[in-house]
C-alpha cells in the first residue's frame, strides 16, 4: 500500500509540475483511508489479506477524482484567474463528470456485496472498503482539494532552475497535446475506416480465449508441501512407520528448500479406522510427511515445482501407495481437503457403484494432467469378530454389554483413576498385560464377569471369525454416492474438466445410477454465473447512473462501448502474462466495466459543456479531447501504477491477487488507449447525424410553412 502511495503522488509531480499541488493530492489520499478505516471499525473489519488487497487497489483510484478537480483548477489559473475564483469555477465544471465517474464505479460493486456462497464471503469486504475509499474522495475531491487550492496556489510556474524545468516540460506536454490533436482530427475526417480497424483489431482479438485457462483459484505458493503413504489394510503400525521414516529421509535429501519436516503415522487411540482428520487418512497404514519450505524470496522454485520434481519418489514401495502434493490451504478450507477434480457416482449396488467406479478411474487416469486418481470406497480393514453365543450367554448370566465393554478394556484399556504429583495429573490406565493379549488363544480364556458374581472364559459362550471391518458409506442428498478424484498437474482446471466431460459421455450409465462431474469445477461454474449476474447488473446500474448525469440515453451508450476494449485489454494480458481466468481474475473484470467508463465520462462531460458555450460538435470534439487529455492520462496511471505493486506482489498467498491486477492493467491501458479515439468517432458520428436529422425536420417544417403562405396568399388573392 505504502510502495503504491508513494508511486502515486511521483505521477501527480511529474504531470503537475508543482510541488504544492502534489502536496494537495498527497493529503487526499490519507484523508480518504482515514474514513475507510473509521467504516471498517464500525463494521467489525479486521486487518487481513483481504483488506490490505482492497486498500492496495483503492490507493490509485482516490485520487483520481482530485486529479480531475486540481487539473481543471490549473487550468484557470493558466488562464489568469485568481486562485479563489479558479477553485470554484474548476471544481464546479467538474463536479457532474467525478460524481458520474465515482458513482459508476461504486455501483459496480453494488451486486457483489449481496452475492452468496464463497464469492460473497471473499469478495464483500473488498467491494464495502473500496466504495467507502471511492465515496471519500469524492467529497474530499469537491471540499477539501478546491479549499487547498486556493490558499496554497498562489503561483503556478517556478521560478530559476525549476521554472526552466517546468518551460521545457511543458513543451513535452503541448507536443503530446498537438499531436493527439492531429491524430485526433485523422481519425475523426476518417470515421469509417478508424471504426473498421479498430473493431477488426478486436473481434481478431477473440481468436486469443483458446489460449486463457480456466480454473477455480489461482494455485498459492504457501511453502507446504504433503506427502502420504498408504500400505495394505492391516499393516502394522511398527512397519508402517519404518515406511514413514525413510520416506521422510529422502524427502530431506531431495529438497534443498525445505525447512521444516512432520512425520505422523498411525491412528489416535479413540480415533476409528479410516477416519478422516484434516482431510488425512488415519489407521496402523497410513503415514504423513509435512514440509514447509523456505520463503518465497529464497527459492527459484515453487512449492508446485518442487512436487513435480519429486514425483519419482511415488514408486520406490512396491505395493504402497505414495502421493507428494503441493498443499493450498485456500483450497484445502473451501473443499475440505478434496481434489479438484471429482466424479460422484449415485446409485444403491454397491458392487455395480465398485465396476463403475474402476471403469472410471482407468479412463481418468489416461487423461493428460491428471494425477493421483482414487476412489472413496476403500476395501475393509482385516479383523478378528467375537460372535458371542447370545443363548449360552444368557444362561450363564453375561449380558451383551459386559462382554463387550470387557473385551475392550483388556485389549485397547480405559482411564480408571488420576494420578496427582506437584500440581500435575497424570491418567492411569488399566489393560491387560502385554503377554497377556498377545494370542489369539489367550483371548478365549479371558475372564468375563457374570450377574451371579463368579466368571466365566469367553470360549464358553463366543467364537472368532476373520472378516473385515465396515466400509464407510456416504451419502449425498438421501443417496449412496462413491467419488472417484483426481488432482491437477501441468494443466489447468478448465481443460482438464473439459476432457473429463467428454470422458463421461463415453462412459454407459447403468440403470439407477447417475454421474456428475464435481469438487472445483463445480464450484467455478456456480461463482462464474453468479459473478457473470454481477457484471450484467452492474453494466446495467452504470447506464442509469450515466444517463442520469447526461440527461441523454444516447451518451452512456457511446461510453459503454469501451467496456469491450476493455475486455480485449484484459485478453491480452491473460496471454502475455500466462495467467488464467479465475474467481479473482474475474472480480477485475467486473472492477474495469465500473472503472474504464471513467474516462469517457469526463471526456464527453467536458465535450457537453463546450457545445453548450455554442461550439460545433467537431470543433467541441476536438477542443474537448486536447484539454481532458492530461486528466484522462493521470487518472489512468494512478489507478495502473497504484496497482503495480500488487500484480508484482511475491510473497506467501500473492497469487491470488496478482491475476485480478495484471487483468485490470491490461484493460485499462487498452481502454484508455481507445477511449481517446473511439469515444470522439462515436459521439462525433451520432451527433452529427442527430444534427442532420433536426436540420432535415426544421427544412421539411420550413418548406411546410412556405406552401402553407403560398396557400394562403392565392385564398386572398
Given at each position: 500500500v505504502t510502495t503504491g502511495g508513494i508511486f502515486v503522488i511521483l505521477v501527480i509531480l511529474l504531470f503537475l509540475r508543482n510541488l504544492r499541488g502534489g502536496i494537495i493530492m498527497a493529503i487526499t489520499i490519507p484523508t480518504s483511508m482515514i474514513v475507510t478505516f473509521l467504516f471498517m471499525y464500525i463494521k467489525g473489519y479486521t486487518i487481513n489479506m483481504i483488506s490490505l488487497t482492497s486498500l492496495s487497489i483503492a490507493i490509485g483510484m482516490v485520487v483520481d477524482n482530485g486529479i480531475v478537480v486540481l487539473e481543471n483548477i490549473f487550468q484557470h489559473l493558466e488562464r489568469g484567474a485568481r486562485p479563489r475564483?479558479?477553485?470554484?469555477?474548476?471544481?464546479?465544471?467538474?463536479?457532474?463528470?467525478?460524481?458520474?465517474?465515482?458513482?459508476?464505479?461504486?455501483?459496480?460493486?453494488?451486486?457483489?456485496?449481496?452475492?452468496?456462497?464463497?464469492?460473497?464471503?471473499?469478495?464483500?469486504?473488498?467491494?464495502?472498503m473500496i466504495t467507502i475509499a471511492l465515496l471519500s474522495s469524492l467529497v474530499v475531491a469537491m471540499a477539501l482539494v478546491p479549499?487547498?487550492?486556493?490558499?496554497?496556489?498562489?503561483?503556478?510556474?517556478?521560478?530559476?532552475?525549476?521554472?526552466?524545468?517546468?518551460?521545457?516540460?511543458?513543451?513535452?506536454?503541448?507536443?503530446?497535446?498537438?499531436?493527439?490533436?492531429?491524430?485526433?482530427?485523422?481519425?475523426?475526417?476518417?470515421?469509417?475506416?478508424?471504426?473498421?480497424?479498430?473493431?477488426?483489431?478486436?473481434?481478431?482479438?477473440?481468436?486469443?480465449?483458446?489460449?486463457?485457462?480456466?480454473?477455480?483459484m489461482p494455485q498459492n505458493d504457501n511453502g507446504f508441501l504433503q506427502a502420504s503413504i498408504e500400505l495394505p489394510p492391516g499393516t502394522k503400525k511398527e512397519v508402517t512407520a519404518k515406511y514413514a521414516r525413510e520416506l521422510s529421509a529422502r524427502l530431506y535429501k531431495a529438497i534443498p528448500e525445505i525447512q521444516a519436516m512432520l512425520t505422523s503415522w498411525g491412528k489416535s487411540s479413540d480415533s476409528a479406522i479410516g477416519a478422516s482428520f484434516g482431510g488425512q487418512q488415519q489407521g496402523d497404514n497410513y503415514a504423513t510427511v509435512f514440509m514447509s519450505l523456505v520463503s518465497k524470496r529464497k527459492r527459484a522454485r515453487s512449492?508446485?515445482?518442487?512436487?513435480?520434481?519429486?514425483?519419482?519418489?511415488?514408486?520406490?514401495?512396491?505395493?504402497?501407495?505414495?502421493?507428494?502434493?503441493?498443499?493450498?490451504?485456500?483450497?484445502?478450507?473451501?473443499?475440505?481437503?478434496g481434489k479438484p477434480i471429482t466424479v460422484e457416482i449415485y446409485g444403491e449396488n454397491e458392487?455395480?457403484?465398485?465396476?463403475?467406479?474402476?471403469?472410471?478411474?482407468?479412463?481418468?487416469?489416461?487423461?493428460?494432467?491428471?494425477?493421483?486418481?482414487?476412489?472413496?470406497?476403500?476395501?475393509?480393514?482385516?479383523?478378528?469378530?467375537?460372535?458371542?453365543?447370545?443363548?449360552?450367554?444368557?444362561?450363564?448370566?453375561?449380558?451383551?454389554?459386559?462382554?463387550?465393554?470387557?473385551?475392550?478394556?483388556?485389549?485397547?484399556?480405559?482411564?480408571?483413576?488420576?494420578?496427582?504429583?506437584?500440581?500435575?495429573?497424570?491418567?492411569?490406565?488399566?489393560?491387560?498385560?502385554?503377554?497377556?493379549?498377545?494370542?489369539?488363544?489367550?483371548?478365549?480364556?479371558?475372564?468375563?464377569?457374570?450377574?451371579?458374581?463368579?466368571?466365566?472364559?469367553?470360549?464358553?459362550?463366543?467364537?472368532?471369525?476373520?472378516?473385515?471391518?465396515?466400509?464407510?458409506?456416504?451419502?449425498?442428498?438421501?443417496?449412496?454416492?462413491?467419488?472417484?478424484?483426481?488432482?491437477?498437474?501441468?494443466?489447468?482446471?478448465?481443460?482438464?474438466?473439459?476432457?473429463?466431460?467428454?470422458?463421461?459421455?463415453?462412459?454407459?450409465?447403468?440403470?439407477?445410477?447417475?454421474?456428475?462431474?464435481?469438487?472445483?469445477?463445480?464450484?467455478?461454474n456456480e461463482s462464474f454465473s453468479l459473478l457473470m449476474l454481477a457484471m450484467g447488473l452492474g453494466a446495467l446500474l452504470v447506464y442509469f447512473v450515466m444517463a442520469a448525469q447526461f440527461e441523454s440515453l444516447r451518451d452512456p451508450f457511446i461510453i459503454l462501448f469501451t467496456i469491450p476494449f476493455a475486455m480485449m485489454g484484459a485478453l491480452w494480458s491473460f496471454v502475455i502474462s500466462g495467467q488464467t481466468l479465475s474467481m479473482l481474475s474475474f472480480v477485475g473484470l467486473i472492477m474495469l466495466v465500473g472503472i474504464v467508463v471513467n474516462n469517457?465520462?469526463?471526456?464527453?462531460?467536458?465535450?457537453?459543456?463546450?457545445?453548450?458555450?455554442?461550439?460545433?460538435?467537431?470543433?467541441?470534439?476536438?477542443?474537448?479531447?486536447?484539454?481532458?487529455?492530461?486528466?484522462?492520462?493521470?487518472?489512468?496511471?494512478?489507478?495502473?501504477?497504484?496497482?503495480?505493486?500488487?500484480?508484482?506482489?511475491?510473497?506467501?498467498?500473492?497469487?491470488?491477487?496478482?491475476?485480478?491486477?495484471?487483468?485490470?492493467?491490461?484493460?485499462?491501458?487498452?481502454s484508455t488507449f481507445i477511449t481517446l479515439f473511439f469515444v470522439p468517432i462515436m459521439y462525433t458520428f451520432f451527433e452529427l447525424g442527430h444534427q442532420r436529422r433536426i436540420d432535415r425536420k426544421l427544412a421539411r417544417r420550413k418548406k411546410q410553412h412556405l406552401t402553407e403562405l403560398e396557400l394562403a396568399k392565392e385564398q386572398n388573392a
Open positions: 475564483e479558479a477553485a470554484l469555477e474548476g471544481a464546479a465544471e467538474v463536479s457532474g463528470a467525478i460524481m458520474a465517474s465515482t458513482l459508476t464505479t461504486v455501483v459496480i460493486f453494488f451486486p457483489v456485496v449481496f452475492l452468496g456462497g464463497i464469492v460473497g464471503v471473499l469478495f464483500s469486504q473488498l467491494a464495502f479549499t487547498l487550492a486556493s490558499l496554497m496556489l498562489t503561483q503556478i510556474k517556478p521560478r530559476g532552475v525549476l521554472g526552466w524545468l517546468y518551460e521545457k516540460s511543458e513543451l513535452g506536454f503541448k507536443a503530446l497535446e498537438s499531436g493527439y490533436r492531429f491524430l485526433l482530427g485523422v481519425a475523426i475526417h476518417n470515421k469509417l475506416l478508424t471504426f473498421t480497424l479498430i473493431v477488426a483489431v478486436t473481434l481478431s482479438s477473440v481468436l486469443l480465449v483458446p489460449y486463457v485457462g480456466t480454473e477455480f512449492n508446485k515445482e518442487v512436487s513435480e520434481s519429486l514425483q519419482h519418489l511415488t514408486t520406490i514401495f512396491p505395493g504402497a501407495l505414495v502421493k507428494i502434493s503441493a498443499e493450498d490451504q485456500m483450497q484445502s478450507m473451501i473443499f475440505g481437503g458392487y455395480v457403484a465398485s465396476t463403475l467406479a474402476t471403469t472410471i478411474e482407468q479412463k481418468l487416469k489416461k487423461i493428460p494432467g491428471t494425477i493421483e486418481v482414487e476412489i472413496s470406497r476403500r476395501d475393509g480393514v482385516p479383523e478378528m469378530a467375537v460372535m458371542v453365543d447370545r443363548e449360552k450367554a444368557a444362561m450363564m448370566g453375561v449380558n451383551m454389554y459386559t462382554v463387550g465393554n470387557t473385551v475392550r478394556t483388556a485389549f485397547n484399556g480405559i482411564t480408571v483413576s488420576k494420578f496427582r504429583e506437584a500440581g500435575k495429573e497424570h491418567d492411569i490406565y488399566l489393560r491387560l498385560r502385554a503377554k497377556d493379549r498377545s494370542s489369539l488363544k489367550k483371548l478365549m480364556y479371558l475372564k468375563i464377569p457374570t450377574v451371579a458374581g463368579g466368571y466365566v472364559d469367553l470360549g464358553n459362550i463366543a467364537t472368532l471369525e476373520q472378516s473385515q471391518g465396515p466400509v464407510a458409506i456416504e451419502r449425498k442428498n438421501q443417496q449412496r454416492i462413491v467419488k472417484v478424484s483426481a488432482g491437477i498437474m501441468g494443466r489447468d482446471l478448465g481443460s482438464v474438466s473439459k476432457d473429463v466431460e467428454t470422458m463421461l459421455k463415453t462412459v454407459k450409465t447403468p440403470e439407477g445410477f447417475s454421474i456428475q462431474l464435481a469438487g472445483a469445477r463445480e464450484e467455478q469517457g465520462i469526463v471526456l464527453v462531460d467536458y465535450i457537453n459543456i463546450l457545445r453548450a458555450r455554442g461550439m460545433g460538435v467537431i470543433e467541441a470534439v476536438m477542443q474537448g479531447g486536447t484539454s481532458r487529455l492530461r486528466p484522462v492520462l493521470m487518472t489512468t496511471i494512478t489507478t495502473i501504477i497504484g496497482m503495480i505493486p500488487l500484480s508484482q506482489s511475491t510473497g506467501e498467498g500473492s497469487e491470488m491477487w496478482v491475476a485480478m491486477a495484471t487483468v485490470v492493467i491490461g484493460g485499462l491501458i487498452v
